[in-house]
Nanobody, 115 residues
Framework: QVQLVESGGGLVQPGGSLRLSCVASGSIFSRLAMDWYRQAPGNQRELVALISTGGNTGYKDSVKGRFTVSRDNAKNTVYLRMNNLKPEDTAMYYC?????????WGQGTQVTVSS
């Protein structure tokens, strides 16, 4: 079983930046593909960014060039650096981990972009 704990959300003005962190318990972090999802009220949860065990990354089109996902296997942590934030980025952001036959979710961290 893997537990995921996100942090780093908050209120930021348009154009601002935040860095989300997700710490995973256990000793299998390096074997987990990690993703960041978000869900705004009334919307479905959507994939924002992913990073494979080998460090390959992918992004939702609307965040390309603004968001960067990275991982530090020594710290069991995945990060989401978010720059030039827009009001439409407002959502609960969730960390997700997947391995063969299993997937795990964090509790979420709220990001609000507003002036």
């Amino acid at each position: 079983q893997v537990q995921l704990v996100e942090s780093g959300g908050g209120l930021v003005q348009p154009g601002g930046s935040l860095r989300l962190s997700c710490v995973a318990s256990g000793s299998i972090f390096s074997r987990l593909a990690m993703d960041w999802y978000r869900q705004a009220p009334g919307n479905q949860r959507e994939l924002v960014a992913l990073i494979s065990t080998g460090g390959n990354t992918g992004y939702k089109d609307s965040v390309k060039g603004r968001f960067t996902v990275s991982r530090d296997n020594a710290k069991n942590t995945v990060y989401l650096r978010m720059n030039n934030l827009k009001p439409e980025d407002t959502a609960m952001y969730y960390c997700h981990a997947a391995s063969i036959g299993s997937n795990f979710w964090g509790q979420g961290t709220q990001v609000t972009v507003s002036s």
